[in-house]
């Protein structure tokens, strides 16, 4: 099963996030730090990833993240293809499937 996982950035506060494909109204969106909805689509997870693998710039396996756009949260290297905030999670759908159940 691949998942959509479509991409802000907040005008406010600079955070990136993603949000699933199946929320129903992606107009309600509003940003996790700063709940400010002031958003610029940055494009989808897959196009992010697809972009740092055309340059050669490391990327995280789960979450996409890369040296220059990482986690909301931060995080750092902790395999050479998989960061901190993913650590101990394979899919796109088991790292969801753990921030929908926090």
């Avoid at 400010?36 to 050669?56: N, P, R, V, Y």
């Avoid at 396996?61 to 040296?67: F, Q």
């Avoid at 290297?77 to 753990?98: A, K, P």
Wanted: glycine content about 10%; overall charge negative; proline content about 2%.
């Amino acid at each position: 099963m691949n998942l959509a996982l479509f991409v802000y950035e907040c005008q406010l506060c600079g955070t990136f996030f993603g949000v699933d494909e199946h929320m129903e109204d992606q107009a309600i969106v509003k940003c996790p730090v700063c709940e400010s909805d002031d958003l610029e689509d940055a494009g989808s997870l897959a196009g992010m990833i697809q972009e740092a693998e055309q340059t050669g710039e490391r990327k995280c396996r789960v979450c996409g993240c890369t040296d220059l756009q990482g986690c909301p949260e931060g995080c750092w290297w902790v395999e050479e293809d998989l960061c901190s905030s993913c650590e101990g999670t394979e899919s796109h759908e088991e790292l969801l499937g753990r921030e929908n159940s926090a």
